[in-house]
């Protein structure tokens, strides 16, 4: 059973464009929300990272907006650049499981110029 | 730091061959992990450990086998694979420092293809 729903599966952005990655997630017992970015041939690396405490997080061009009433959580990339055409992940996990995440399927991002 | 470490990178079995795939850390992380990841599936986890010694079932555990006998190596073997078993194994690992937002560090992949 899918716990984490992300979508689009596939996004196509202009250079400069913002990208929106969007996600559900279902067990209310979830208090830990990263982001993992993957390039092809490579492993998934932690992007950024928010805990339901705060609604939005923002690391240079990356931020996180976190609804914890709809239960969503979503990664905006601001002025989107060719570099960041990759796969997204979102994933959460419960407080206390040992860092057990649940990811989303991903997004593929591709950014044109 | 050379961070984990996965081997091998590559390789072809055919069906009911059996093969082990060895994942290495060197930053004495407690928490290690294997993953598999398919088209349109995401990451899904196949089991876990949680220290030397440990190993516990994830969401997809069926058909592998684990073992922990060093802090830093963490094995997944395949006793007679099926092509149902062709995808991309990735091993993370990650501390128990919570404070450190649980962040795993993972591996570049072994690409498995059964024939």
């Known amino acids: 059973q899918q716990q984490v729903k992300q979508s689009p599966q596939s996004l196509i952005v202009q250079k400069g464009g913002i990208s929106i990655i969007n996600c559900a997630y279902e067990n209310t017992a979830f208090d830990y929300f990263p982001w993992y970015q993957q390039f092809p041939g490579k492993g998934p690396a932690l992007l950024i990272a928010i805990r339901p405490d705060v609604s939005e997080k923002k690391e240079g061009r990356f931020t996180i907006s976190f609804n914890k009433s709809a239960k969503q959580f979503s990664l905006h990339i601001m002025d989107s650049q060719p570099g960041d055409s990759a796969t997204y992940f979102c994933?959460?996990?419960?407080?206390?499981?040992?860092?057990?995440?649940?990811f989303g399927t991903g997004t593929r991002l591709q950014v044109t110029l | 730091n050379a961070g984990v470490t996965q081997t091998p990178k590559f390789r072809v079995l055919k069906t009911g061959q059996s093969m082990t795939l060895l994942c290495a850390q060197d930053m004495n992380h407690e928490y290690m992990y294997w993953y598999r990841q398919d088209p349109g599936m995401g990451l899904r986890l196949i089991h876990y450990s949680v220290g030397e010694g440990t190993t516990a079932k994830g969401e997809v555990p069926d058909g592998y086998n684990v073992s922990r006998l060093k802090k830093q190596n963490f094995l997944l073997g395949l006793e007679s694979a099926a092509p149902s078993q062709t995808s991309v194994y990735f091993c993370?690992?990650?501390?128990?420092?919570?404070?450190?937002?649980?962040?795993?560090?993972f591996g570049p992949g072994t690409r498995l293809t059964v024939l």
């Open positions: 994933a959460s996990t419960p407080a206390g499981t040992a860092s057990k995440l649940t």
């Open positions: 993370a690992s990650s501390t128990l420092e919570f404070s450190t937002y649980n962040e795993q560090f």
